[in-house]
């Protein structure tokens, strides 16, 4: 098996994608050193043939056979694979004594290694053949420093089990929401105008990113299953197996969005009642079909009842049974069935102030925490509306103690900047995973989604057809921590920024390596609190054009079907949620939350709006008023959006030309963009209220 590396080509013919936080560079450490690998099997042979690689391109020496006890380097050894690879685990484990005991006892686990050095020689030990890959990338991104000084051993195993991506690509391009979407990043790689795209380089490269980030599951369509989509279940299951058979190697598992409404439009039958004889039969049969195509297939994920997705309800029947339906079908084969909490009134009354989108996940299952079977994992967007770039954590996610739940993030930046804007999120889904929804010192998001018990992480993908994967070159790094974050969400954002920069913007690809690391610092590590600043204040979220997401219309959602957002008027903004006046959704979390959003005094600045209506002059906790705040944000995130693009400007000739024009290009978007934000917002405001900028900057 020979593996792409993706680089940029102007040879017809040849790869024209950029490697991302891969290129062949990335392995020169480890391809110059003597490499020993044991063990077996599909994932083995992956390991075998990047080192294999890796030291052709840079002089090193590969061992996958007897002698066990060769002068290696590296060895990276599989503990389960048989008395021979066992005898050679052992040699390797001999050889890392002292360092390995203790720490090497007891199981690994499914994707775990153990990592020392000792006497010279650099261990990896894996109980099973992901874990050596792990292993592996985890050599890759030590870089030289895996083979300094000792080190003692070290266990690495995977705080959440679960850690996948959903694409939201669609195989027809849809009238509206086209290839993919939400999708900011060209074609995508799996589907093209009705058909699979078979590119199986492009996605092997895929999933060997994804791989080297972590994530161990994919979902290959997009969840709102369109007519042709639907038919990836049955007549068209070669297309899902075939992308099966690429990301394999790689330890990725494919799971597929599917229609609720299947048994009617691809089995005939008059109904999907999941409590029918005929509609229970069908899904058995349909999902046998599937084990038999993709025997490793990881399951279903399931939009019903959502913005017009067909769903139990139609049939008077809840969640748990139209979730527990595919569950049965599933269980016999280890399948799982995400079924997503998504699920709100889309056909709202603005005129009633009582309906608030963000109850509605809670109100619809917290009652039927219990009733779900083990193989359901619930699946929540981790904040209570639609992942915005500021929001409360969502209460479902510390209210169903009895069901595996996931959390969702949204790695395409629908909300965000789509693409266009840097905007980078590791800092804010660490801040998500971190929070204790029982209050500080208990358990935190993470916890409550970790190891088996837990439904792990998911995000939407940003992955697409363009040359350097995700559009703006610049949004790579959510990816990757996504992926980093998923593995262990203590991990420090500035430190997973680093990797990337380290594994991406490589010495070879740029004169000055380290005025290119602190300036993508520099430009990335507050970029979200910048979009923050010149978008949305307070939590208030949605002052997006409505449709398509991008850019500013204050008023875009206000009077529409889809929800209120923030109430503004001449005398104050933000939505009222409390138990006392409101909406009553404070009282969805368990305390203190429960009792610090409801107050006033209490309630952090950033999400004020999201919890209470107030005055324009109500003053912040950081002394300023809530109009000022606002003046005050949108002055300075425009500004700092102007120090990014300068402090790219500095970086001309310092890395590849085809990246640099990219950035650059997508700067001067964020900068027009965040322009239009701070007038649009600032000139709203103060027309509403009247109240002048304390320190006489221009509105318009
Ligand atoms: C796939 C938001 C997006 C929709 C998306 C939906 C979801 O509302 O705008 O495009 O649909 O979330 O998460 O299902």
């Not at 368990?590 to 309630?603: A, G, T």
């Amino acid at each position: 098996m020979s593996v792409p590396t993706g680089q940029a080509s102007a040879d017809p013919g040849e790869l024209t994608w950029h490697a991302a936080w891969l290129p062949p560079e990335a392995f020169r450490a480890l391809g110059s050193r003597d490499v020993l690998v044991h063990g077996g099997g599909p994932l083995v042979d992956t390991v075998l043939d990047e080192v294999t690689r890796a030291c052709a391109r840079y002089g090193g020496r590969v061992w996958h056979s007897p002698p066990w006890d060769v002068d290696a380097d590296l060895v990276l050894a599989s503990r389960d694979d048989g008395p021979v690879a066992n005898a050679a685990a052992e040699a390797a484990r001999l050889r890392a004594t002292p360092a390995v005991d203790g720490v090497g006892n007891g199981s690994l686990g499914d994707e775990g290694f153990l990592l020392a050095r000792v006497n010279g020689v650099t261990v990896v030990l894996a109980d099973a053949p992901a874990g050596l890959l792990y292993g592996l990338f985890h050599v890759v991104r030590l870089g030289a420093a895996a083979f300094d000084d000792d080190r003692p051993a070290r266990r690495h195993q995977p705080a959440l089990a679960r850690r996948m991506l959903d694409h939201w690509d669609n195989v027809a391009v849809h009238p509206v929401s086209g290839q993919i979407e939400r999708g900011y990043a060209g074609g995508s790689i799996f589907w093209r105008d009705g058909a699979a795209r078979r590119d199986p380089a492009r996605l092997r490269d895929y999933g060997r990113l994804l791989a080297a980030c972590g994530v161990n599951a994919i979902s290959v369509n997009n969840v709102n299953v369109h007519d042709t989509e639907a038919r990836l279940l049955t007549d068209r299951l070669d297309d899902v197996a075939e992308i099966a058979d690429v990301l394999r190697p790689y330890g990725v598992r494919v799971h597929l969005a599917v229609t609720f409404a299947a048994p009617v439009v691809l089995g005939g039958l008059p109904t999907a009642d999941p409590l029918d004889d005929r509609v229970r039969a069908w899904w058995v049969a349909a999902t046998q079909r599937v084990y038999q195509r993709i025997p490793d297939f990881g399951g279903y994920l399931v939009k019903a009842d959502s913005e017009g997705r067909p769903g139990p309800f139609t049939y008077g029947r809840d969640h748990a049974e139209g979730a527990n339906l595919l569950a049965d079908a599933l269980a016999p084969h280890g399948g799982v069935v995400r079924w997503r909490a998504f699920v709100y009134n889309h056909h709202q009354d603005w005129r009633d102030r009582s309906t608030d989108r963000a109850r509605a996940a809670h109100d619809h299952f917290t009652p039927l925490d219990g009733r779900f079977r083990d193989n359901v994992i619930l699946q929540v967007k981790f904040g209570p509306v639609d992942f915005q770039v500021r929001e409360p954590v969502s209460p479902v996610i510390a209210a169903m103690p009895a069901t595996r739940v996931a959390v969702e993030l949204q790695v395409t930046q629908e909300y965000t900047g789509q693409q266009r804007h840097v905007c980078h999120l590791g800092p804010w889904w660490a801040e998500v995973l971190r929070f204790p929804p029982w209050g500080e010192g208990g358990a935190t998001v993470a916890d409550v989604v970790a190891g088996d018990a837990g439904g792990g992480l998911v995000a939407v993908a940003n992955v697409g057809d363009d040359p350097f994967w995700t559009g703006h070159p610049l949004a790579q790094a959510n990816l990757y921590a996504f992926g980093r974050l998923a593995w262990d969400p203590r991990l420090d954002p500035g430190a997973i920024l680093d990797e990337w920069i380290e594994l991406t913007w490589l010495p070879t690809t740029t004169g000055d390596p380290e005025l290119v690391r602190r300036t993508l610092h520099e430009i990335m590590d507050d970029s979200w609190r910048t979009y923050e600043r010149y978008t949305a204040p307070l939590g208030v979220g949605f002052m997006v054009r409505p449709g398509h997401h991008y850019g500013p219309d204050v008023d875009g959602y206000e009077y529409t079907a889809w929800g209120t957002y923030h109430f503004a008027d001449r005398d104050g903004v933000g939505v009222d949620r409390t138990r006392a006046t409101g909406t009553g959704f404070t009282g969805q979390y368990p305390k203190p939350w429960s009792d610090v959003y409801e107050s006033l005094e209490r309630c952090p600045d950033e999400l004020l709006l999201f919890f209470h209506h107030v005055p324009y002059r109500h003053v912040l906790h950081s002394g300023r008023t809530v109009i000022q705040h606002i003046y005050d944000t949108h002055f300075a995130g425009v500004e700092e959006v102007a120090a990014m693009r300068r402090r790219w400007q500095a970086l001309a000739g310092a890395v590849a030309p085809a990246a640099y024009e990219r950035v650059a290009e997508r700067l001067d978007e964020q900068f027009r963009s965040a322009v239009e934000w701070r007038d649009q917002v600032n000139t709203y405001f103060f027309r509403k209220s009247g109240v002048p900028d304390a320190h006489g900057r221009r509105i318009h």
